[in-house]
C-alpha cells in the first residue's frame, strides 16, 4: 500500500459513502465513464458538504485495478477552495486544442477527457488521470505549449 492525496468528491451509493475524482452517478455502473476508479470510506466516516471538493489521504494499492476501487479513505483533510484554472487565459484555437487532447494515451489513466466551449469562442479542455504524469513525458507526448491548451490534473498524487 502507498498513502497517497487525492482532491475527491463523497457521492452515496446503496447507502454507502464513496471518494472519486467527478461525483460520478448515484448508482454503481462498472466502467462507466468517468466513474472509473473511486476508493472505499469507512462507514463511520462523516463528511459534510459532499457536493464540494474534499482533500483526502487514501491507503491506495500498489497495482492500480483497471477500474474499481483503488484504496481506502484514510483521513479527511477538509474542503478544498476554488482552483485558479478559471483564471487562466483559455485558447481559442478549437484544432490545436482538438489535436492535444487527441494525443492523450491510454498509458496516462485518464478518468475523464473534457471540452468545453467558454464565452468569446474560447475552449476549456481538460484530462484528469489517475497519477500524476511526469513533465517531460507532457512535454514529449503533448509538444510544446501544451500548458496553454489543456490542463492536467492527477487524482492521486504521493504524500
Keep these: 500500500m502507498a498513502l497517497m492525496l487525492a482532491e475527491v468528491f463523497f457521492v452515496r451509493r446503496s447507502g454507502r459513502l464513496f471518494a472519486e475524482p467527478t461525483g460520478g452517478t448515484e448508482r454503481y455502473v462498472p466502467c462507466a465513464d468517468p466513474q472509473c476508479w473511486w476508493a472505499e470510506t469507512?462507514?463511520?466516516?462523516?463528511?459534510?458538504?459532499?457536493?464540494?471538493?474534499?482533500?483526502v489521504q487514501i491507503d491506495a494499492m500498489n497495482a492500480y485495478p483497471d477500474h474499481g476501487s483503488i484504496g481506502n479513505v484514510m483521513q479527511v483533510h477538509g474542503r478544498v477552495g476554488t482552483s485558479n484554472a478559471d483564471q487562466r487565459e483559455l485558447?481559442?484555437?478549437?484544432d490545436a486544442v482538438s489535436d492535444c487532447l487527441d494525443r492523450v494515451p491510454e498509458s496516462w489513466l485518464p478518468y475523464e477527457v473534457r471540452l468545453s466551449e467558454r464565452p468569446g469562442q474560447r475552449w476549456d479542455a481538460f484530462v484528469g488521470t489517475l497519477l500524476?504524469?511526469?513533465p517531460q513525458e507532457l512535454r514529449a507526448v503533448l509538444g510544446e505549449g501544451w500548458d496553454e491548451l489543456i490542463r492536467i490534473e492527477p487524482?492521486?498524487?504521493?504524500c
Design 155 to 158: 487524482w492521486l498524487r504521493p
Design 91 to 94: 485558447p481559442s484555437d478549437l
Design 132 to 134: 500524476p504524469v511526469p
Design 42 to 55: 469507512s462507514p463511520d466516516l462523516e463528511v459534510t458538504d459532499a457536493d464540494q471538493r474534499h482533500l
